[in-house]
């Protein structure tokens, strides 16, 4: 477009024709489309001539002339943010949220809104309006959650750019099912201006773990563009709760300098990954190290391993008891199935709870007994609450101080412990996306970034014997359904003559730095992402291993 070989309108057109065929009719991702508003908006910008007199690099104008997407649940002018929620159907913005304002500042021209769960809480999307959203490689397998309608229409190209939302990886989780790249900012350096809140009313009292919007996108620098456009001393303007913050191009082009110092996480004791998700980390360290870079090991602290990162993100969530919230947010809409053993849980008569937690701990099921002790019916007193925080707290710092003494830049580590969940897994395996909870405890800038994909003895999940003893439960059980099958399926397109076979499952790996690192985190994900593709050249593996077969289209 700014070489004058394309016009913003026929890009847009391409992309509106993409999230129709694709996102829409295939996958099921899509829940408004504002196509004539954004050809209005391309057609315009094409009169003024902006793009061939705009600096690429113009700091004001990232992303002028780009078509971008939008999650459900940012507010938008003229649209709903139903959360996947009914009763929210009757709710049009007249005003487009901060969030969006800073996007379309920034030159973008949003085009199309994407799907996410009920009450936006699953990591799968599916909910009474619209329906459910299908992977863009496999149909039998789930998007993923909150944003999974965004990590549909990424990954099949019907969506160059989305802007979406992350409090348990809401974000990073799609990002990771679908092989797309995902970014969860620090809370505190993003407006909460524009997010929409599936609470009755519009209120949540719970703000130890924060929802944070954040880009997800097919590659890190298009992430960081989102970022250049949506950070700045220029936020902090319109909501004074953002610090007045620069973004740092440059740390985020080009980092420190210096190689980095980057530890490595291969688990979290709470959940061992699969085999091919502990090759990929691996592999990602020796790219990184084989890049120049000093790759450590990194243990978890005592006081804050996967055990402690769940018990504290349940026990946040849940603290109010019953999922009292969710169900008055409803109005009277059932919930999902996928939300029936949380609610079985929650409803769980505070009686009972010592006897069943220790009869699950005899039968070997103490990741279930360790979640159901944490959560009470009726919700916790405030003496419960405040201890509940204060171990968040003692969390927070018992990792600030591993990284620090092992001088770390950044940290490596698994996005999950399994690959992309089949429809309706959710229900049992969400607590095996536990290294996703971790920076949102944490309050840290985290995000995912393709690696490998699953291959064809790889699919399995561990037996009980490689397992740790306190591993060997349902969940394990569980995670083996969920990986069979996870290297290629029979994909009917229709495009395509006859079923395509496919890597299905992408194996991503993330990165984590320290909290208002932000920049530095994309620095890194891009290095790993030059690194993987700079080892595929060399071994001779297809430039475009991330691709579902539907973007041939």
């Not at 989780?173 to 797309?180: D, L, Q």
């Not at 084989?290 to 769940?310: M, N, R, T």
């Not at 909870?437 to 399995?460: D, I």
Request: some cysteine; overall charge neutral.
């Amino acid at each position: 477009m700014h070489a004058g070989e394309l016009t913003c309108e026929a890009v847009t057109m391409c992309f509106i024709r993409r999230s129709r065929r694709l996102g829409l009719l295939q996958l099921n991702a899509v829940t408004e489309e504002l196509y004539d508003e954004a050809l209005e908006a391309a057609q315009a910008l094409d009169r003024s001539g902006r793009l061939l007199t705009t600096d690429l690099d113009d700091p004001d104008l990232p992303l002028l002339g780009l078509p971008v997407s939008i999650k459900d649940s940012i507010e938008q002018r003229g649209t709903m943010s139903t959360c996947g929620v009914a009763c929210r159907l009757r709710l049009i913005y007249k005003e487009d949220g901060l969030l969006v304002s800073l996007m379309r500042t920034a030159g973008a021209i949003p085009y199309v809104r994407s799907n996410v769960p009920q009450l936006l809480m699953m990591s799968e999307t599916d909910n009474r309006i619209f329906g459910r959203t299908l992977n863009p490689w496999s149909p039998l397998r789930g998007a993923g959650g909150s944003s999974g309608g965004e990590g549909a229409l990424i990954a099949s190209r019907a969506s160059p750019l989305g802007l979406c939302s992350d409090i348990g990886g809401s974000i990073r989780i799609p990002a990771n099912f679908c092989g797309t790249v995902g970014f969860k900012p620090t809370p505190e350096r993003m407006t909460m201006k524009g997010l929409a809140i599936a609470r009755a009313g519009g209120k949540v009292g719970q703000r130890i773990i924060r929802a944070t919007a954040g880009p997800m996108a097919n590659c890190v620098a298009d992430c960081e563009l989102a970022m250049r456009s949506l950070c700045g001393t220029h936020v902090s303007q319109q909501d004074s709760y953002v610090p007045p913050t620069p973004w740092s191009t440059d740390v985020a082009r080009r980092g420190l300098g210096r190689p980095l110092r980057i530890g490595v996480l291969h688990s979290d004791q709470w959940f061992r990954p699969c085999t091919a998700i502990e090759r990929g980390i691996r592999e990602a360290a020796a790219t990184l190290q084989d890049a120049g870079h000093e790759v450590v090991q990194f243990s978890v602290p005592d006081e804050a391993s996967g055990w402690d990162v769940c018990r504290q993100y349940y026990g946040q969530l849940g603290s109010e008891g019953n999922m009292a919230g969710f169900v008055a947010a409803l109005q009277g809409e059932r919930l999902l199935g996928c939300y029936k053993r949380l609610k079985t849980m929650s409803d769980m008569p505070n009686i009972v709870r010592p006897l069943l937690a220790r009869i699950l701990d005899l039968l070997g099921h103490r990741r279930h007994a360790s979640l159901l002790k944490v959560t009470r019916s009726g919700g916790l007193n405030v003496k419960q609450y405040w201890g509940l925080v204060g171990d968040h707290y003692a969390l927070r710092n018992a990792y600030m101080q591993a990284m620090q003494d092992a001088r770390l830049d950044a940290l490596l580590l698994p996005a999950a412990a399994v690959a992309a969940l089949p429809h309706g897994a959710s229900t049992d395996l969400t607590p095996v996306l536990s290294y996703m909870f971790l920076a949102n405890l944490l309050h840290w800038p985290a995000g995912v970034v393709p690696v490998t994909a699953v291959r064809e003895h790889e699919q399995c999940y561990h037996d009980d014997a490689a397992l740790p003893s306190d591993q060997r439960c349902i969940l394990a059980a569980k995670a083996r359904q969920a990986m069979e099958g996870s290297a290629g399926l029979p994909i009917d397109l229709q495009p395509f003559r006859k079923p395509v076979h496919v890597p299905l499952c992408m194996m991503l790996s993330q990165i984590m730095t320290l909290p208002w690192q932000d920049e530095l985190c994309l620095y890194t994900m891009a290095e790993l992402e030059r690194a993987v593709a700079a080892s595929n050249v060399k071994g001779g593996a297809a430039e475009r291993a991330f691709v579902p077969p539907m973007a041939g289209l």
